[in-house]
């Protein structure tokens, strides 16, 4: 057994979950990306990503922004310089278990 | 935990958001509709080619026509994609605005320019006898492990085969390779319109969902 498994008591449990975890690394490789982009990119129901969506905001991982492109409504969502420095974490935490 | 789930757990975050990212990109089947348009007016412009020497000048324009037609198509792609997903498709694939990955791009230039370079040499060989027909079967496998590397699902590795398929029995037959040429790029062009039509024909079909 790896010596750096007591490590993964340190993961971020927010991120590690498997949806949030999806969300989020998506979220590092655009700049921005609306609801339903993450929803048809996900597979996630609405009422799935939304509660992943709000304990990641909540956490302050990601910001959401509700604004309009032209007539389409978008909830805009970014990853923040926080949710940014998380999954860096985890990267290091999960390579180190690993 | 499901399959997924755990499937998800052994992967990296990059590696999860480049899988997302990919399958986001082909969902819709505009890529291959644009890649499939290329192939399909590069088969006339081959033909063009072979027969501008004693032709008239008007055929020489039309020609350059095609060619520049042809040039501009293939470097706006990427922009007329993401044009039509932002202006068309935006209720359905939602809206994203993706990082500007400059390093990606050189690596595609760098590949680009020795795909250019390897091809120029190969039509200065083309002269040698019997080695143009197997740049015929070398073009199919390339298109085919393009095809397989960029796709990664089934759809992909059928067009891929088809052309792999299509550049070997050219390269075995008889006829010239301006002719031959001229029926791969027909047939790869084909193909992947037909496959991109599929795919976004089924994609404006699935039920939209109203957002949060």
């Known amino acids: 057994m790896s010596k750096n498994i ?34 048809q990119t996900t597979g996630l129901t609405q009422g799935n990503l939304s509660t992943h969506l709000s ?7 990601v910001s959401v922004e509700k604004t309009f492109r032209g007539k389409y409504p ?23 278990a690993l | 935990m499901n399959e997924t789930s755990s499937r998800l757990l052994e992967e990296s975050p990059d590696a999860i958001a480049r899988r997302l990212l990919q399958k986001a990109h082909t ?3 505009l890529p291959e509709m644009c890649v499939g348009l290329l192939f399909l007016l590069a088969a ?37 994609i993401q044009w039509m997903r932002r202006r068309f498709l935006v209720e359905h694939e939602g809206y994203v605005a993706l990082k500007s990955n400059k390093r990606t791009l050189i690596r595609i230039l760098l590949v680009g320019a020795v795909v250019c370079i390897f091809l120029g040499f190969a039509a200065l060989w083309l002269k040698l006898p019997g080695l143009d027909r197997w740049i015929l079967a070398a073009l199919g496998l390339f298109v085919c492990a393009v095809w397989s590397l960029i796709g990664q699902t089934l759809r992909f590795r059928i067009v891929g085969a088809l052309n792999a398929a299509t ?11 301006e002719i031959s040429l001229g029926i791969f790029y027909g047939v790869s062009g084909l193909a992947s319109l037909l496959s991109g039509l599929v795919v976004f024909i089924r994609f404006l079909h699935l039920p939209i969902e109203a957002g949060e």
């Open chain 2, 44 to 80: 006339p412009l081959n033909w063009m080619s072979s027969q501008l020497d004693g032709s008239s000048m008007a055929f020489k324009d039309a020609y350059v026509g095609v060619y520049v037609l042809w040039l501009l198509l293939a470097v706006s792609i990427p922009w007329l």
């Open chain 2, 167 to 177: 550049g070997t029995l050219l390269a075995l037959n008889g006829l010239s390779i």
């Open chain 2, 27 to 29: 969902q819709d089947g």
């Open chain 1, 6 to 39: 007591p490590r993964l008591a340190e993961i971020d449990r927010v991120i590690h979950e498997p949806g949030r975890l999806m969300i989020v690394a998506l979220l590092a490789a655009v700049e921005e990306a609306d609801f339903q982009y993450l929803r």
């Open chain 1, 74 to 96: 978008l909830t805009l969502c970014r990853l923040t310089e926080r949710g940014s420095e998380a999954l860096d974490g985890y990267r290091r935490v999960i390579k180190g």
């Open chain 1, 55 to 61: 304990k990641l905001e909540a956490a302050g991982y």
